[in-house]
């Protein structure tokens, strides 16, 4: 009797571990769902990025995807208009059921239009993501010197200027006459310091939209333009953050065994992705700019492979997809109306890296101390020295 008392208490025990396993397991699943954990994402988006206070007096007037803002600027404060969020749902809802994020605007047979673009055709869809901006440093003869074949553009932030110099000393001086190196850079108050430096190095790309985070995305377009324009010739593109540690060589590589006739979207997936509804996060996007639970499957953006046939289909779509702040997911919901899949690269990583795993990576991330990225890249390019052979003298017999 007492044997199977013990024998029922303890199964009774069990089961109460199983259903508190299973409430706990449940707790999770709402909050992920209602968003309130946030560690899952916060790889998802490329590190912030400080910029520099914008000096007094100074008056400046530029466009941007909210509508044409003038920004005043007086004891370093900038105005900008805040909009509303006028929806209280996760969907867009026609009658009772919820649409899917392939119909994110516009809603339209993007591939048709892709492929009368590239046949010259005419196109009567209207365009609803314009890029109204001109170069203002465009160093469009980088790719007419020698044959491209790889083309690395680096995204930085306007003021990052040791970043780029870093760059240029480390990873990006490059001997390579096959691969070429720019910088993309937007507007700023520092302009004067941009073109002096650009003086010097005859590597940055600029249009005249304000260099600020929520213009990330038309950074990227100006890049895939950009490189579609003046360096139609190359078979891949690698966009990449400034803070980012780019094993050139392994790169290489990858690029150089590649069929160059297979259409390629790689880097870090992130097969499942939800839209920041915090208003306090630097990733917040309203119902109103983006009215669905999850983004289509995409690539954290801090480094990603492309080949220039998928370059140019998504430069030709871009006018016709509607703006979104977040510039990876924006790829993504393009490259998902395409019909391109984007695949998952073990060598890139959106997570620092020890030494040993740089040796074999194509990108890191975690590089955005100067000092960090000069240091490392000393360490893994330190000359190997080969251990010296000492013969042992024998003694001759006597």
């Avoid at 007086?74 to 749902?89: F, H």
């Avoid at 929520?214 to 990227?220: A, G, I, L, S």
């Avoid at 920041?276 to 630097?282: G, I, P, T």
């Amino acid at each position: 009797m007492v044997r199977l008392k013990r024998k029922y208490t303890s199964l009774l025990k069990w089961m109460c571990y199983a259903l508190y396993l299973s409430l706990a397991f449940y707790v999770l699943q709402i909050l992920h769902r209602d968003n309130l954990l946030g560690e899952e994402q916060k790889n998802y988006f490329p590190p912030n990025r400080t910029f520099r206070n914008i000096p007094q007096k100074v008056e400046f007037t530029f466009v941007t995807h909210r509508n044409e803002v003038t920004a005043v600027t007086q004891r370093n404060t900038v105005l900008i208009q805040k909009e509303k969020n006028s929806l209280k749902d996760g969907f867009i809802k026609t009658g009772t059921k919820a649409t899917h994020y392939r119909q994110y605007p516009l809603n339209v047979d993007l591939k048709d239009i892709v492929r009368r673009i590239m046949m010259k055709e005419p196109v009567t869809v209207n365009v609803i993501n314009p890029h109204p901006f001109h170069y203002t440093l465009n160093p469009k003869k980088t790719c007419l010197i020698s044959e491209t074949y790889l083309l690395i553009l680096v995204k930085s932030a306007a003021n990052h200027t040791k970043n780029r110099e870093a760059i240029r000393k480390t990873w990006g001086r490059i001997s390579d006459p096959g691969t070429k190196l720019v910088f993309l850079v937007g507007f700023s108050t520092i302009n004067s310091a941009i073109v002096a430096e650009n003086a010097d190095h005859n590597d940055i790309v600029q249009e005249n939209f304000l260099d600020v985070y929520w213009n990330n995305t038309y950074k990227t377009i100006m890049g895939f333009n950009w490189a579609t324009t003046f360096c139609p010739k190359a078979h891949h593109l690698l966009f990449v953050d400034d803070d980012y540690f780019v094993n050139l060589q392994n790169l290489l590589y990858f690029v150089r065994h590649l069929n160059h006739n297979m259409p390629l979207l790689t880097g870090t997936l992130l097969p499942v992705s939800i839209p920041y509804r915090d208003k306090s996060s630097k990733w917040y996007v309203s119902l109103k700019d983006y009215p669905f639970r999850k983004y289509p499957p995409y690539l954290a953006g801090g480094a990603i492979i492309v080949s220039m046939d998928v370059a140019r289909k998504m430069a030709a779509a871009f006018p016709y997809v509607k703006y979104l702040v977040i510039d990876d997911a924006y790829l993504g919901i393009v490259a998902y109306k395409l019909g391109i899949g984007v695949t998952r690269n073990a060598k890139i990583s959106d997570q620092n890296c020890q030494d040993w795993s740089l040796r074999t990576k194509i990108a890191c991330h975690g590089f955005s101390n100067v000092t960090n990225l000069l240091e490392t890249y000393k360490r893994l390019n330190k000359p190997k020295t080969k251990p010296v052979s000492v013969k042992t003298q024998i003694n001759p017999r006597t």
